[in-house]
């Protein structure tokens, strides 16, 4: 089936690094955009990064532009964010997520499980 | 603070049907069937409910639905069951990039 599964996270100090890494199965990796969504503890969610089919077309939030980068490798079936310049917000755990499209608008299905970035001193 | 508005909390006894909102701001339109709607069980990822405003995927229950009018789209959960407390979380898709609501925690009495 259909599967996702980050790996990568921890715990790092503020102004560190970290790279976490997105296993896909069960679908044609590169016949899709993929997505970085996190969710600080007990907060909501807030979208990442989106990255095209080639890697071609890259976007990030602000919150984020400048520190982290998203990249893929369809060969692998796997998806990367580098964060660098890791601040105490960045915080959070982090999904990786397809991203489908239709009639205009974009959708994420299926999400990974998640995976939890520690920043702290 | 989120660009989409929704309720903090909705609850509801088993049986009844809730209906969440999820409101553009003042600087952000919402068009209801660019909406998507997803549940999150604690501890879980959030899971597709709802995607192109009303539209179901496989597997989702047909008790859930979406609807909307004007600057709010809106998720309707009929015949409340136990297991649909959670959280639930609305998305509006924006070109290159997407925005959340803030969320809304849906308790079933």
């Known amino acids: 089936q259909v599967q996702l599964v980050e790996s990568g996270g921890g715990w790092v100090k503020p102004g560190g690094s970290l790279r976490l890494s997105c296993a896909a199965s069960?679908?044609?990796?590169?016949?899709?955009?993929m997505t970085w969504i996190r969710q600080a503890p007990g907060k909501g969610l807030e979208w990442v990064s989106y990255?095209?089919?080639?890697?071609?077309?890259?976007y990030y939030a602000e919150s984020v532009k400048g520190r982290f980068t998203v990249s893929r490798d369809n060969a692998e079936s796997s998806l990367y964010l580098q964060m660098n310049s890791l601040r105490a917000e960045d915080t959070a755990v982090y999904y990786c997520?397809?991203?489908?499209?239709?009639?205009?608008?974009?959708?994420?299905?299926?999400w990974g499980q998640g995976v939890l970035v520690t920043v702290s001193s | 603070q989120s660009a989409l508005t929704q309720p903090a909390s909705v609850s509801g006894s088993p049986g009844q049907s809730i209906t969440i909102s999820c409101t553009g701001t003042?600087?952000?339109?919402?068009?209801?069937?660019?909406v998507s709607w997803y549940q999150q069980h604690p501890g879980k990822a959030p899971k597709l409910m709802i995607y192109?405003?009303?539209k179901r995927p496989s597997g989702v229950s047909n008790r859930f639905s979406g609807s909307g009018s004007g600057n709010t789209a809106s998720l309707t959960i009929s015949g409340l069951q136990a297991e649909d407390e959670a959280d639930y979380y609305c998305?509006?898709?924006?070109?290159?990039?997407?925005?959340f609501g803030g969320g809304t925690k849906v308790t079933v009495l």
């Open positions: 997520a397809r991203a489908l499209y239709g009639s205009g608008t974009g959708w994420f299905d299926p």
């Open positions: 069960g679908f044609t990796f590169s016949d899709y955009y």
């Open positions: 990255i095209s089919m080639s890697g071609g077309s890259i």
């Open positions: 003042s600087s952000e339109v919402v068009i209801y069937n660019l």
């Open positions: 192109e405003g009303s």
């Open positions: 998305s509006s898709y924006a070109g290159s990039s997407t925005l």
